[in-house]
């Protein structure tokens, strides 16, 4: 999906532990999804709130390494809880710092329900993308992030090229009439399972379901292979997604 226009910001810098832009050498990115073990709840509060001040703590010092954009999903899906988008310079940064999350605290009642690995570079499709081509990189969120891994079929990439970029031309013109709608695609073939990581932002998720609709019509659908599982998160700032947890 391409286009123009920008989503408004739903945080202050003061409230974000992601307020860093990443700078060109951030470019691999992970989505971790975590469980939090419903025993956890249930656990004296003196000893939750230790737990929790250990995560935060954990948080804080992955932060200099790691961007990281936090969403609470409680309630939302019977197998995440937290969904963080983070993007490194290098995968080493992204296993350390995970490492330290889950041995810290409540790190420790979580397992990592799903987790998505990809490289952010240039489209071969867009060759001047916009700001709704590059959701996630910068500071500013959106209220709600949609995030699922997506397979084309062999027979998309033994399409001539011109095919290819004369059926992308008519996604990209349905993306431009949501311009509520933010992007970011990561590639992962050759390093995860899936092919691509697709994100998006919105405030509107009635708009963003109108633009799903539209795009199911569109002759780029015959390629898609598999597009779940779909995760959807709400943008809070850490301190709040974890009270959410209790």
């Known amino acids: 999906m391409s286009g123009r226009g920008e989503a408004p910001d739903t945080a202050t810098a003061a409230d974000r532990t992601d307020a860093t832009e990443p700078g060109p050498a951030r470019r691999v990115v992970q989505v971790l999804a975590l469980r939090v073990?419903?025993?956890?709840?249930?656990?004296?509060?003196?000893?939750?709130?230790?737990?929790l001040a250990r995560f935060r703590e954990a948080a804080a010092a992955a932060a200099g390494r790691v961007l990281t954009h936090t969403y609470s999903m409680v309630?939302?899906?019977?197998?995440?809880?937290?969904?963080?988008?983070?993007?490194?310079?290098?995968?080493?940064?992204?296993?350390?710092?995970?490492?330290?999350?889950?041995?810290?605290?409540?790190?420790?009642?979580?397992?990592?329900?799903?987790?998505l690995i990809g490289l952010l570079r240039p489209s071969v499709y867009v060759k001047h993308p916009t700001v709704q081509e590059q959701a996630l990189v910068d500071g500013r969120r959106s209220r709600y992030l949609v995030v699922y891994p997506f397979v084309k079929s062999a027979e998309w990439y033994l399409t001539p090229r011109e095919t290819r970029q004369r059926i992308m031309a008519e996604h990209i013109r349905?993306?431009?009439?949501?311009?509520?709608?933010?992007?970011?695609?990561?590639?992962?073939?050759?390093v995860d399972d899936q092919e691509f990581i697709?994100?998006?932002?919105?405030?509107?998720?009635?708009?963003?379901q109108e633009l799903v609709m539209a795009l199911r019509e569109t002759e780029s659908r015959r390629a898609t292979v598999r597009d779940t599982p779909i995760l959807t998160g709400v943008h809070r700032p850490l301190e709040d997604a974890l009270r959410l947890l209790g």
Do not use: K, N
């Open 75 to 115: 309630g939302l899906r019977a197998d995440c809880d937290l969904l963080f988008w983070r993007l490194a310079a290098s995968l080493e940064d992204l296993e350390e710092t995970a490492a330290l999350l889950l041995r810290s605290g409540l790190g420790r009642w979580c397992r990592v329900a799903h987790s």
């Open 37 to 51: 073990d419903p025993a956890w709840r249930r656990l004296p509060e003196a000893q939750r709130d230790e737990d």
């Open 174 to 190: 349905v993306g431009h009439a949501y311009p509520m709608v933010r992007q970011l695609l990561a590639y992962s073939f050759g």
């Open 198 to 208: 697709v994100a998006y932002e919105t405030d509107d998720l009635a708009a963003f």
